[in-house]
Nanobody, 127 residues
Framework: QVQLVESGGGLVQAGGSLRLSCAAS????????MGWFRQAPGKEREFVAA????????SYADFVKGRSSISRDYAKNTVYLQMNSLQQKDTAAYYC????????????????????WGQGTQVTVSS
């Protein structure tokens, strides 16, 4: 089992920045990738960004490209999501997820491909 704990959410004005953190613990040795998803009220959960734990290749949703960056810290077993130029439509609960290594694993973009989830951290962007 892998436990994921997100932090860093909060209230920010439009145009501002936040850095979300996700600390992983437990059986992290078999982690292939970690990702961020978000869910706004009344909407489905959607992919935001993902990073391969070894090698660091990344993938981003179009709506965050150019204004967000995902990174990881091996020593801290932590993944970060730096979000800049935040807009009101970025308001959502942000969830961290972990993808286990399997034969033929590729960087996952869909929530069903992830094995473990955190509880989420709320990001609210005001006008």
């Amino acid at each position: 089992q892998v436990q994921l704990v997100e932090s860093g959410g909060g209230l920010v004005q439009a145009g501002g920045s936040l850095r979300l953190s996700c600390a992983a613990s437990g059986r992290t040795g078999s982690t292939y990738a970690m990702g961020w998803f978000r869910q706004a009220p009344g909407k489905e959960r959607e992919f935001v960004a993902a990073i391969r734990w070894s090698g660091g290749s990344t993938s981003y949703a179009d709506f965050v490209k150019g204004r967000s960056s995902i990174s990881r810290d091996y020593a801290k077993n932590t993944v970060y999501l730096q979000m800049n130029s935040l807009q009101q439509k970025d308001t959502a609960a942000y969830y961290c997820a972990s993808q286990r290594l399997r034969l033929g694993s590729t960087l996952a973009l869909y929530e069903l491909e992830y094995d473990y989830w955190g509880q989420g951290t709320q990001v609210t962007v005001s006008s």
